[in-house]
């Protein structure tokens, strides 16, 4: 029941701009899912394209403090958790701890997981977390969102090939995870097109869906937060069908950025690649968008 559904989500704030929590909890909210935030960083803005990023980190003890709050008080009654950016190991640590107690007082509690390490070949955060989230972070996760640059940070191999990438969903699964969605790889670029992947294991079978997503010519921010909060969403609402759920997120994404890309083209004549300080996410202008999405997008299994 929707109305059972209550999530905590811990990843980053910004003051102005959407990514992390900004990007997850309007849509959740507006989805219908009850949503509780920690924010383990607060900045002015994102980290990239900016001059600066001035703000606040939660250390673990804050993140345990905050949560001892919560139980204390009896109201640590989640079914969902969310995870994404996170700048510190020790802070991470505690965030498994975190989620070890929330799954001990609701079995039933699914994590999603968003790895957030980095993309297109270079970290966001130290290297140090690379190790916590494989042996650590993952093997809590029921869902976990990697995109291409981090799936093969947590499995050592390479996404060349639709064969490769089963080889590495199935090495993510191995850790735990009953689903594994790869929110963007390359192996169609040339073409104009980034492919999403997902799969699951049900009854001992490993299925693989794949679902094709035109590329938009901008340096977003955030998409990969809104991308977990949406496959969270719709996973649940779906009751837990991957393949509606990967084409209601995929077209929803789609609609979303080309939003935001729109509506930089429509103030700037010059229409150049706009940078990343430059196109915040339109979440709240894509409000009837993510409510009532269209199936655009088609899955299909490979």
């Known amino acids: 029941m929707m109305n059972d559904c209550r999530i905590l989500t811990i990843q980053s704030h910004v ?3 959407y990514v992390g929590n900004k990007s997850a909890t309007f849509p959740l909210q507006l989805l219908g899912f009850e949503t509780d935030v920690i924010n383990s960083v607060q900045f002015s803005n994102h980290t990239e394209g900016y001059t600066t990023f001035l703000g606040q980190m939660l250390e673990s003890s804050d993140l345990l403090q905050l949560y001892n709050g919560l139980n204390i008080n009896g109201i640590d009654n989640y079914s969902h958790l969310l995870t ?11 965030l498994v701890d975190v989620c070890k107690k929330l ?3 609701n079995p039933n509690l699914i994590y999603v997981c968003d790895p957030v390490l980095g993309d297109d070949g270079r970290l966001y955060v130290s290297d140090e977390l690379v190790s916590v ?11 976990i969102t990697p995109n291409q640059f981090e799936a093969e940070l947590l499995t050592g191999m390479k996404i060349t090939s639709l064969k490769s990438a089963k080889e590495v969903m199935l090495k993510l699964h191995e850790k735990g995870p009953e689903v594994v969605v790869i929110s963007s790889t390359s ?3 040339s073409r104009g ?3 999403a992947l997902a799969s699951t294991i049900e009854d001992g079978e490993f299925k693989c869906l794949k679902i094709e997503i035109p590329y938009l010519n901008a340096n977003y921010r955030g998409s990969g937060d809104l991308f977990s909060a949406l496959l969270l969403a719709w996973w649940q609402r779906t009751n837990f069908d991957l393949k509606t759920t990967l084409e209601i997120v995929a ?3 789609y609609v979303v950025l080309k939003n935001t890309l729109d509506h930089y083209f429509k103030y700037d004549a010059f229409l150049r690649r706009p940078h990343s300080s430059e196109i915040e996410l339109k979440i709240v202008q894509s409000k009837k968008d993510i409510e009532e999405p269209k199936i655009i997008l ?5």
């Open 15 to 17: 003051v102005y701009g």
């Open 84 to 94: 994404g950016y996170t700048r510190s190991k020790s802070f991470l640590l505690m």
């Open 103 to 105: 799954k001990k007082k």
């Open 133 to 143: 989230y494989r042996d650590d972070v993952i093997t809590q996760a029921d869902i």
């Open 187 to 189: 192996l169609e670029f």
């Open 193 to 195: 097109i980034l492919v």
């Open 251 to 253: 077209s929803t994404m």
């Open 298 to 302: 088609k899955a299909e299994y490979f």
